[in-house]
């Protein structure tokens, strides 16, 4: 089961979720919160020893809307290709902040690349190793205005005061039995759920976006900064379903790219794909998603990593 804590310094309120049975809740520096359990599986599950969640705690932001006082241009905007998925949005590398870093307003994706599972993957790139089976997609060759400037860009994942306002939000993961597989779906959580979807700040921050029903919070964006060890030829993968625009990063370089302001989509990386990871170290994956258009938003993350989470990024909310 998964609950999520919410905490607004500007106020000084929190929003709290009664943790589910057997979870312990466990405070830290800083004001984030973390949800750990021991392995609760039977000896007949080859992963019983894995714990039964993975909590992981990151920054929402929230933003007003592009024709409200203070708004922000990129949040309900129409782009100018029309609403779909757009990928080379941002650059390959994080900056030297560890932050995306705009690259263009987007190439609509027309067919998407695929691995020979079936999966979507991300467009090829140098540094990922191609496979038997893969098959390439398509992107028009026309900027897509799905953004608008780098400057406004710059403000999703950073404090900018008037512009967004932040606070520590936590989602935890769910083993699912006989596998060593972890999910969160917004779809199935019984906090979301009746919410509709991935809608973790309603009445909270800004506040609700309006001019719509049911009347929920849809503009904000969120980030969550974390480290794994790697092993190869285990199964290692993530995948992400969900809308609008959402970017992986593993050690420093994307791997899941689902610009644009789109209905879900999915996309998948396989880390054996990343030649350059050494077996047994440590490395980090930065999570960047961002919700911008009223009626819908969907939030679908599944893994076989063991994520951990690495220090919050700084935000106004964690110093009271």
Do not use: C
Not at 216 to 242: A, C, K, P, S
């Amino acid at each position: 089961m998964l609950r999520t804590r919410l905490t607004t310094s500007a106020r000084r309120t929190s929003v709290h979720r009664k943790a589910a049975k057997g979870l312990a809740i466990v405070a830290f520096a800083g004001g984030a919160l973390a949800l750990s359990s021991a392995g609760t599986g039977t000896p007949d599950d080859p992963y019983h020893d894995l714990p039964a969640t993975i909590t992981l705690t990151g920054v929402v932001r929230d933003f007003r809307e592009m024709n409200t006082a203070h708004g922000h241009a990129d949040f309900e905007r129409t782009p100018t290709r029309g609403f779909a998925h757009y990928a080379n949005q941002v650059n390959d590398l994080l900056d030297e902040d560890g932050k995306p870093v705009f690259h263009n307003t987007g190439r609509k994706v027309t067919t998407e690349y695929r691995d020979a599972q079936g999966r979507n993957r991300i467009q090829t790139k140098d540094y990922i190793q191609s496979r038997p089976g893969d098959v390439n997609g398509a992107l028009e060759t026309v900027d897509g205005g799905s953004l608008t400037t780098a400057a406004n860009f710059r403000q999703w994942y950073r404090e900018a005061p008037g512009i967004n306002m932040s606070a520590p939000l936590s989602l935890t993961l769910v083993r699912q039995v006989g596998t060593n597989i972890y999910t969160f779906d917004d779809r199935t959580d019984p906090f979301y759920a009746p919410r509709g979807g991935f809608f973790p700040i309603n009445y909270e921050l800004f506040g609700n976006s309006g001019g719509s029903t049911p009347n929920q919070n849809f503009h904000f964006t969120y980030e969550i900064d974390t480290q794994f060890v790697y092993r190869r030829n285990n199964g290692q993968v993530f995948t992400f379903r969900g809308d609008d625009d959402v970017y992986v990063f593993i050690d420093g370089k994307m791997v899941i790219d689902l610009g644009g302001v789109h209905a879900a989509v999915e996309q998948t990386i396989d880390l054996d794909r990343l030649s350059w990871l050494v077996d047994g170290n440590t490395y980090d994956l930065k999570f960047f998603f961002a919700e911008r258009h009223r009626t819908q938003s969907n939030f679908r993350m599944s893994t076989s990593i063991t994520l951990q989470n690495a220090p919050l990024p700084v935000t106004d909310a964690l110093f009271d």
